[in-house]
């Protein structure tokens, strides 16, 4: 019987198995940030254990509130970054050099396809569309990988999904994966993993690969995955060229991690490129999904493009696209948090800075800082806004504020009308 | 080890996420016990106050389906413990929360739909109290002059936390 990618990882990374059913990993990357982190720092050195396993493969960024925003904040960042130069760590993104950490880890190159990672965010699942097992975990997980280079977990079963064709015209990865998680709830997924496979997969960039894993927490999944390919293998070939004879060589050492033709799945879900729409949500769940057709009367306060979900290089393009010569609606705030310092740079080298500063678009550092309503962005009571983000609970952007979930597309559309918009009649 | 067991908070409504149980713009606290006054401030349901008694005196917590979704912050289960509830008994949880919950020596139980259906109908208006035996896996709720005892399952893994007192000693002695 084969086996899938996940469980390739686990049998490849077992350290223990205390019971049935529990597998203790060997974690090939811990990554950290300034919100979760200093807990497990502080209760370490009241431990007497103020060390890390391995500093090479802790990577640090303080992202989610930058720069500091008061003396809270401040703490929270010098707690992290003390510690990472007290313990070495080598890659750590401070002010200056850092970004939204699941967009800034991947352009560096440090999630590799067969690795074990994990991180003190729920969203640490983007970095499966590497081809990686990557799982968000609290603090006492973390703190416990740093010490040890270990993390526990029931072995996960897999759903496969299924996605072949061609996207429509004003359809993307953020389409596929909020239409998916409507299809199968917000708890459709707990202690699974979502394997994305299919032609509309394949033909994917890294981007929006990342954008699909990003969501797969918003049902539950444990990880999102994707087979690693000739795509994976591009986007880290800069970092890996030392390592390869080739990007063939390359290629043929990763796809040993892609999962077996007779791998066994608890479930396989079928979607159909061409049937899908543009879609974003309503109410305060991720599954709650519509299409946009359906509610182009609500109006909005607020656009926000960003977070690492959709803030990366290609999110950017397209609602640049579509906001090129036009203006925000009257009344609406637009932000634009460009999710890297490279994309920043990149954006304003192709002159998409530009056009979103033309439209009237406030750009601002890269941060997490809106997206879960702790700075630069936050929504007053009964506000709504249109997010390019991956959670709309009630009050997430700020307490009594709204949020609309959808693509740049969308996201770009609803910003000109000050209503949400379907982005086909842009493109 | 924790002790388990006490006055009954109720929150019957599904998907009850880690952003109700205790808001990002709290996460710049560094302490667990700074996060006490805020425990569920966001949560809106029929009925319940954040500030009130219920919650106050509250040693455990019940609820339905897939609670502690959304955001790893462990702070969720923090906010619980600094209140001295030690307990959420509910048909299932979000995955990362659960583990939250067992590596800080906690106890996130599950019970079936129906015997939910049962505890919510036999006791929620009233001031219902919980006694949990975690090495007996039984749990008893009393409330309206009735008394009845349900079992649960708890994977081996889960009881050995909570008996060590949590993940990081467990994992220190082990790994």
Redesign the interface.
């Known amino acids: 019987m084969g086996k899938t990618t996940a469980e390739k990882i686990f049998a490849a990374h077992l ?2 198995e ?5 597998k ?1 990993l060997r974690l090939d990357v811990v990554l950290c940030h300034e ?2 982190t ?2 497990a720092i ?2 370490l050195i009241l ?1 007497g ?1 103020d060390r890390v396993f391995d500093p090479t493969r802790i990577k640090a960024v303080i992202d ?2 930058t720069p500091s925003k ?1 003396s ?2 401040a ?2 960042a010098k ?1 992290l970054r003390d510690w990472a130069r007290r313990q070495g760590i080598k890659d750590f993104f401070d002010v200056g050099a850092n970004g939204v950490c699941h967009a800034l880890f991947p352009e560096k190159g440090f999630i590799r396809p067969g690795n074990t990672v994990i991180m ?3 969203h ?1 699942c983007t970095h499966g569309a590497f081809g990686a097992f990557a799982a ?6 973390l ?2 990988g740093i ?2 280079g ?1 993390c ?1 977990f ?1 072995e996960p079963r897999t759903i496969r999904v299924n996605v072949n064709g061609s996207l429509p015209k004003g359809v993307y990865a953020k389409d596929v994966i909020l239409t998916l998680i409507g299809t199968i709830g ?2 459709g997924a ?2 699974r993993v979502l394997e994305f496979r299919g032609s509309t997969i394949d033909a994917m960039t890294m981007e929006s690969r990342m954008t699909l894993c990003n969501m797969a927490i918003e049902a ?1 999944g ?1 990880s999102g995955i994707c087979m690693p390919d000739m795509t994976t293998v591009e986007h880290l070939w800069p970092f890996i060229q030392g390592e390869f004879a080739s990007k063939e060589a390359a290629l043929s050492e990763y796809q040993k991690w892609c999962s077996d033709t007779d791998a066994v799945y608890e479930q396989t879900i079928e979607i159909d490129a061409a049937s899908l729409v543009p879609v974003a949500t309503f109410n305060f ?1 991720p599954d709650q999904v519509k299409a946009v057709t359906e509610f182009t009367d609500n109006k909005v306060d607020q656009v926000y493009l960003g977070s690492c979900t959709n803030g990366r290089l290609e999110d950017l393009r397209i609602a640049a696209q579509i906001l090129k010569g036009r203006k925000l609606a009257e009344h609406v705030r637009g932000i634009l948090s460009p999710a890297t310092p490279k994309i920043y740079r990149e954006a304003m080298k192709e002159g998409l800075i530009d056009i979103f500063l033309d439209a009237g678009f406030c750009v601002t550092n890269s941060t997490c800082g809106a997206c ?3 700075s630069n962005g936050v929504l007053a009571e009964g506000e709504v806004c249109a997010s390019t983000t991956n ?1 709309n ?4 952007m700020g ?1 009594g504020g709204m949020v609309h979930l959808m693509s740049p597309a969308t996201a770009a559309a609803t910003a000109i009308e000050g209503k949400i918009a379907d982005p086909r009649k842009y493109l | 080890m924790k002790t388990f067991g006490g006055p009954v908070l109720f929150l019957d409504r599904a998907d009850i996420n880690t952003d109700e149980i205790i808001p990002a713009k709290y996460l710049t606290e560094i302490t667990k016990q700074d996060l006490k006054p805020y425990i569920l401030e966001d949560l809106k349901l029929e009925g319940f106050d954040p500030k009130g008694t219920k919650t106050k005196n509250a040693r455990v917590v019940v609820s339905r389906a897939n609670f502690g979704c959304g955001s790893s912050r462990e702070h969720a289960p923090w906010v619980f413990e600094v209140n001295d509830i030690t307990a959420v008994v509910a048909e299932s949880f979000a995955r990362i929360f659960r583990q939250n919950m067992f590596n800080c020596g906690m106890a996130a139980i599950e019970l079936p739909k129906a015997d939910l259906d049962q505890i919510f109908s036999h006791a929620a208006d009233a001031d219902a109290c919980m006694t949990i035996d975690i090495e007996a896996q039984t749990l008893t709720v009393s409330g309206n002059g009735k008394q009845k005892t349900f079992s649960f399952e708890l994977s081996p893994f889960d009881k050995a936390l909570v008996m060590a007192g949590g993940w990081v000693d467990y994992a220190d002695t082990k790994y």
Request: hydrophobic share 30%.
């Open positions: 350290v223990d205390p019971f049935s059913g529990t203790v919100i979760t200093p807990i502080d209760d431990r254990k989610h509130v008061d809270k904040t703490t929270q707690i003190g965010d729920s640490t968000g975990v609290g603090t006492t997980d703190e416990v010490l040890k270990v526990a029931r917000v708890n707990t202690d539950g444990t769940k879960l309503g702790m959670r609970f009630n009050g997430r307490k």
